[in-house]
């Protein structure tokens, strides 16, 4: 779990009092260990399940998609590790912060690198969907398996360089000063990253993809009414709306937590008033609740994604489209056999064709 430092400056009657006797008290008790306990359990085996089915996937069709999406996860799994098992079990839980400061400072920056890589793991998936749907000929010209890997090679660096300046990040337990300008500059940094900036990204282009789609079905609504022989109105694909799900569950889940983060910069510390560490609380078991309902998302809109998931369960690697497969098997022979008719019916057509006198005289 990542802490964030104490802001607040101690009221007139507060000042002749002692730092312990200042500290707000966890009022929720045991029940965040409880709770990233259970998330860590079910969330780790839930997510590998989810590499090794798109793992599958993106071995069989060769898209990009499930590069960007196995991206995601592995993202996850990290976080998973470094904030909830390390940072918030281990250190906080079992050693009570009572670790070496080079030690803490070290996991924070992991923390953090890991958080931004989950985060930012998204928007090339984003990207790539609006690509698809609004310029369909560059996407097919510039999305390819090999481009997607070196796509998520830069974020995943570049996450973990912008978890770096973190390592310098104040611990709210142990430092109850206000904050400094260093503590104000990290914070609105790592607001930004987490959230401002790339839910503004997920907004643009959410907005962009929803407006191609509503004209484009205008369009086929008008050429219905024109002729009769037109194509259904395109939906909502399956791609597409695994994509707004994921981005407006990231967005609801970090809401509270940034709003939370913010709060505690500028009005009230989480050190000192309960009510704030409470929300604080609450706000952190959302924000990881969102490191582990990717699984379930997928399995609700994608099919392809649930008969992964079966054959990895049931321990089998059958093909990833039996009928797609059946029907490519059965083309050649189609082919041979139509082949083999047209080549009947020419002969039969050439000896039905009556010979003209001289030639009729020359066979004879």
């Not at 798109?54 to 799994?77: E, N, P």
């Not at 310029?135 to 997607?148: C, D, G, K, T, V």
């Not at 996450?159 to 104000?184: E, K, Q």
């Amino acid at each position: 779990m990542i802490d964030w430092p104490n802001v607040t400056v101690a009221s007139h009657q507060e000042q002749g009092l002692k730092p312990e006797e200042l500290k707000s008290k966890c009022v929720l008790g045991f029940i965040p260990v409880i709770y990233y306990s259970a998330l860590l359990c079910v969330g780790v085996p839930v997510n590998i399940l989810t590499a090794v089915a798109l793992s599958r996937l993106a071995s069989r069709t060769k898209k990009a998609l499930y590069y960007y999406l196995l991206a995601v996860t592995g993202s996850d799994i990290l976080s998973q590790l470094f904030i909830i098992f390390v940072g918030f079990l281990l250190e906080t839980a079992v050693f009570h912060r009572d670790v070496p400061t080079l030690l803490l400072h070290s996991v924070s920056a992991a923390e953090f690198a890991a958080n931004h890589a989950s985060i930012w793991s998204t928007v090339p998936l984003t990207v790539d969907r609006y690509v698809a749907l609004c310029h369909p000929l560059l996407h097919r010209q510039i999305s390819y398996p090999a481009r997607a890997r070196k796509i998520i090679a830069v974020v995943l660096a570049l996450s973990l360089t912008s978890g770096v300046p973190f390592f310098w990040w104040s611990d709210m337990w142990r430092n109850s000063h206000p904050p400094t300008a260093l503590d104000t500059a990290l914070i609105w940094t790592h607001v930004t990253i987490i959230y401002f900036l790339p839910c503004s990204i997920f907004l643009v282009l959410n907005s962009l993809i929803i407006h191609k789609l509503r004209v484009r079905q205008r369009q086929q609504c008008c050429q219905e009414d024109c002729g009769p022989q037109s194509a259904p109105p395109r939906q909502l694909g399956k791609t597409t709306a695994m994509l707004l799900a994921i981005t407006s569950v990231f967005s609801v889940l970090w809401a509270p937590r940034t709003v939370v983060v913010i709060y505690h910069l500028y009005v009230s510390s989480v050190h000192r008033d309960w009510r704030v560490h409470l929300a604080y609380d609450l706000s952190n078991m959302l924000a990881m609740l969102n490191t582990a309902v990717n699984f379930f998302l997928y399995c609700f809109v994608s099919k392809p994604f649930r008969g992964a998931v079966r054959d990895v369960l049931l321990l089998r690697g059958g093909p990833l489209h039996p009928r797609r497969a059946l029907r490519q098997q059965q083309a050649p022979a189609n082919a041979s056999i139509s082949s083999l008719y047209s080549g009947n019916n020419k002969r039969s057509q050439r000896d039905a064709t009556p010979l003209p006198p001289r030639r009729a005289s020359e066979t004879m």
